[in-house]
């Protein structure tokens, strides 16, 4: 931000974008500067400068350096941990603490070999202390930093291989084999083979970790076991090695930046989508880390000396302002939706408003006089310049209450809220105690203040303290205090409390008699904003399913809302069919096909409201219809498939397939689409139509015909009798003459018009037989060349041979004396061919002559035909019916009585 809040955004959106960021900078980047809150309203930071061995605390209102703190060494990273700041020193291995309250700085305590890479990172109520050499993650008190537990990880674990969770754990990548090791005080869990060890990621967006793999181009929210779900695509280019990646404060999304090809890259991990892209204009600059607030990426361009403001809903670059010379390596630290760049190997810094507008900061006089000793503190714009006061065991700085830093600002109105100079002091005073906390001086008076900034109405805590020379607190008794706080009020006793009825910049004074002492002065400003409109509810919206045919009954789901400053009283859901439900979740159907916005609204207690809306879609169902034309005629046959009769929701694609082994057509966007058969068959044709209710397919069949007629035989061969059948093709009405060119059957051949597909003919003895088809055109033209085909039949599976069997039936009396003459009996005499080959018969005989009645039974009988024929039998002798065939017993003798 970097600028007073009177330039910000509207005070709710104030309130809003330090939320936010508050929560996405809880955990940083081992090597990094790092910022830190006290309250809400505190949008300071520490700036680690690395050059000079110190940590100044800036104003991100006023630009102003509230405190410096020497540490000492060149190798320093830190992290917040609640109102205190964790350094370590990788040069030392060791990590202090810079007490939040008082600005003391810790005794330093091991962690590590000097020079190994050390980082700390900071979750509730511990620490996390990382080795990254040894892989040794030591769970600390934040405060004592006492070791609770040591767990080892793999050693060298990956720059941006690490992050804190809100459940107090420790995520972590084995750069061995992409292990994800999650460790907690009560021991670690691993998820095995997990990601690429080399090139991931793990930040924060919206609160949770998430492992972004380059390899994998996934990015993956992390629970409790490790990855979830499927992921959310990364839309960065296989091999690129200028990524850098940072996650939304308040956002489940991804930012990506790739120096080589000048881009911003956004993965949303609700929708999964990664296509939206934002063109830098720096292809080739070497860009540094970035920075998210607010809807606003801050990225660092080293090459020009410039920081990049994108506007996220925008998708565009608003501001590329210059801070330092092309070239300059430099880092961006975010406080509570303020963003300050830090060059840590000099005294340059500076805060950059959500607009692009540079308020520099001077961190320190550059000007060498001397070391900066750890432990001391100096005033901001200067050195210390006094010896080195070594931190003991008792504070070294002034005691206020927890969660609080005592500032103080330049400016401050006089008691009719006019602006003042607060750097004179009182009329006639001493001002040895006055600013922040400092360094060696003169004995007097400052003043310790629960909070630098404060809201109207919201009261503050302030103590006088008496420090030496040296501006440590003594324990001189004050025997009585007289306070003024800028507003016309007034307060009495070492330690009072006051609130503010106005916005403004306020001069507190007090006046403190020591006893046996003369009175000594202090002064310091206090600002006051106005009070944060109250936070609105969160509105969360899922719809399923968003897409399918009508009726479509879908799910509405509010539960994922959040509560503002004040609870939830109602939800309401508008379908956009004049449909609506007042319940968290609910369910609808949506009757007729079309579009619609379905809208949550979310009311709180207080009257806020927020809403959220989907988009659903109904469609008609799906329907896949097919004609083709022609649907036959002779090779080569071209057709048309046409699919326009179907129907369905949204754009329709088709696919054709005609059958015959070419290439499928589509998907297009094309309804039809045409082929030429070259080869006569029946072949389907098939259409799959495809739209966003799912698909359909619809079949028809086309007949291609030759131009001449084509016969083929099955089976070709087999044991006798085996008989076959005629396959033909040809145009209708065309002339087909078959020989079968079976000697025992001169006469089987046949001419026909027509159809003759499915003709059978037998073959009863072995032999070779050669199939002739002559054919002429329905136009009375003959083809020249006919058709043979070979059939082998064979006799080793069977033994073909005749065979006869006869019998005889008496009639009724009465039937025969009505055809017959009276006093002779009638019979019904029946020969059956029983062989496995036709029956020849020869001749007939009754009592030796020829038997007129039978002359219809001298004949040739198929195998299991037979043939009955009546016959009188004479009284008072016998008849001897007498049979000659070919079978093997022949002839066959029947002697039949009257």
């Given amino acids: 931000m970097g600028v007073p809040g009177s330039r910000w955004a509207p005070r709710i959106l104030l309130a809003v974008l330090i939320l936010g960021v508050a929560a996405g900078l809880a955990v940083t980047r081992a090597g990094a500067a790092t910022a830190r809150s006290v309250s809400l309203d505190d949008v300071s930071a520490w700036l680690l400068s690395r050059g000079a061995g110190e940590a100044e605390l800036v104003d991100g209102n006023t630009g102003q350096v509230i405190t410096r703190v020497a540490l000492g060494g060149a190798s ?30 810790s005794p330093p305590v091991r962690f590590a070999r000097p020079a190994d890479p050390l980082a700390v990172y900071a979750g509730t109520g511990r620490a996390f202390l990382v080795d990254r050499t040894s892989g040794l993650v030591r769970v600390a008190d934040p405060r004592s930093l006492a070791v609770r537990a040591t767990y080892s990880l793999a050693a060298n674990v990956p720059a941006g291989g690490i992050v804190t969770d809100a459940a107090d754990g420790l995520w972590a990548v084995d750069s061995g084999n ?27 967006a919206d609160g949770r970790p998430v492992a972004v793999d380059l390899s994998a181009r996934r990015a993956w929210r992390l629970g409790r076991r490790g990855l ?138 550059p000007t060498p006089t001397g070391g900066t000793p750890g432990g001391q503190t100096a005033p901001p714009g200067t050195r210390p310049s006094q010896p080195p006061v070594q931190p003991t065991s008792q504070p070294t700085g002034p005691a206020s209450a927890p969660g609080t830093r ?29 600013g922040p906390a400092t360094g060696p001086s003169a004995a007097g008076a400052r003043i310790e203040v629960s909070a630098a900034q404060a809201k109207v109405g919201d009261s503050l805590t302030l103590r006088a303290v008496v420090v030496d020379a040296n501006g440590q607190p003594t324990t001189a008794r004050l025997t009585d205090v007289a306070w003024t706080f800028g507003d016309g009020a007034t307060g009495a006793g070492e330690r009072v409390d006051h609130a503010w009825s106005a916005a403004g910049t306020y001069r507190v004074a007090a006046t403190v008699q020591v006893a046996g002492g003369a009175a000594l002065t202090a002064a310091t400003a206090i600002t006051v904003v106005p009070a944060a409109a109250p936070t609105p509810p969160t509105a969360a919206l899922a719809v399923s399913p968003a897409t399918g045919d009508a009726p479509l009954t879908v799910t509405a789901d509010a539960s994922a809302s959040r509560a503002g400053a004040a609870p939830i009283a109602s939800y309401r859901v508008d379908f956009g069919d004049g449909s609506t439900a007042s319940s968290q979740t609910a369910s609808h159907t949506y009757a007729q096909p079309g579009s619609y916005t379905v809208t949550l609204t979310v009311t709180d207690t207080a009257g806020l409201t927020a809403t959220a809306t989907r988009g659903v879609t109904a469609g008609s169902a799906l329907t896949a219809r097919l004609g083709v034309s022609p649907s036959s005629g002779q090779a080569p046959l071209q057709v ?13 694609r088709y696919q054709f397939d005609f059958g ?50 084509h ?24 002339y087909y003459h078959f020989d079968f060119g079976d000697p025992a059957e001169p006469n089987s051949g046949f001419f026909q018009r027509g159809t003759v597909d499915g003709h059978q003919y037998t073959y009863a003895n072995p032999g070779t037989y050669t199939i002739r088809m002559d054919v002429e055109l329905p136009d009375g033209q003959p083809v020249d060349d006919y058709q043979e085909a070979t059939v082998t039949v064979s006799g080793t599976t069977q033994t073909t041979s005749p065979g006869i069997a006869a019998s005889y039936t008496y009639l009724d009396a009465g039937i025969c004396s009505e055809q017959y003459n009276l006093g002779n009996h009638c019979v019904d005499i029946t020969l059956k061919s029983t062989g496995t080959a036709p029956l020849h018969i020869t001749s007939i005989t009754s009592n030796g002559d020829a ?36 079978a093997p017993d022949s002839p066959t003798n029947l002697s039949i009585s009257p």
């Avoid at 760049?341 to 961190?363: C, E, H, M, T, Y």
């Avoid at 139509?689 to 291609?704: E, I, S, Y």
């Avoid at 083929?712 to 044991?719: D, L, M």
């Avoid at 219809?856 to 008849?879: F, K, Q, R, Y």
């Fill in 76 to 105: 320093l990273s830190g992290t917040q941990s609640g109102p205190d700041e964790l350094v370590a020193d990788s040069a030392a291995g060791t990590v202090r603490r810079i007490d939040g309250s008082t600005y003391r700085l």
């Fill in 178 to 204: 992409g292990d994800l090791v999650r460790v907690t005080p009560d021991g670690t869990t691993t998820q095995p083979h997990a990601v690429d060890a080399a090139r991931t990621h793990l930040v924060t």
């Fill in 228 to 365: 979830t779900g499927t992921g959310a695509c990364v839309g960065t280019t296989t091999g690129d090695d200028t990524v850098a990646v940072v996650g939304s404060a308040s956002a489940a999304r991804v930012y990506l930046t790739s120096g080589s090809r000048g881009t911003l890259m956004i993965t949303d991990l609700t929708t999964g989508r990664c296509g939206t892209a934002v063109d830098l204009g720096t292809a080739g600059d070497v860009l540094g880390q970035p920075r998210e607030a607010a809807g606003r990426v801050f990225i660092p361009d080293v090459t020009a000396g410039e920081v990049l403001v994108v506007d996220v809903a925008a998708q565009r670059v608003i501001a590329h302002p210059s801070v330092l010379p092309p070239g300059t390596s430099f880092e961006l630290v975010g406080q509570n939706g303020a963003v300050f760049f830090n060059d840590p190997a000099s005294a340059r810094a500076g805060v950059i408003g959500l607009d692009g507008s540079v308020r520099p900061v001077q961190k320190y006089d």
């Fill in 406 to 434: 005592p500032r103080s600002t330049p400016a401050a109105p006089d008691p009719t809220n006019q602006p003042a100079d607060p750097a004179a002091p009182p009329t006639g005073t001493p001002s040895a105690g006055q």
């Fill in 640 to 652: 048309t498939a046409d699919a326009s009769g179907s129907s369905g929701s949204g754009a329709l």
């Fill in 660 to 709: 015959d082994g070419s290439a499928a057509v589509g998907p297009q966007s094309s309804a039809s689409a045409g082929h030429t058969y070259a080869a006569a068959g029946t072949y389907p044709v098939r259409v799959t139509v495809t739209g966003p209710a799912g698909t359909a397919t619809a079949q028809q069949t086309v007949t291609v015909t030759d131009e001449k007629p």
């Fill in 711 to 734: 016969f083929s035989v099955t089976p070709t061969s087999g044991a006798a009798p085996l008989t076959i059948t005629l396959h033909v093709t040809g145009p209708d009405g065309t």
């Fill in 851 to 886: 038997d007129s009645n039978a002359a219809s039974c001298v004949t040739t009988l198929a195998v299991g035909a037979s043939c009955t024929w009546h016959d009188v039998v004479g009284i008072p002798s016998p008849n001897q019916i007498r049979i000659d065939s070919d």
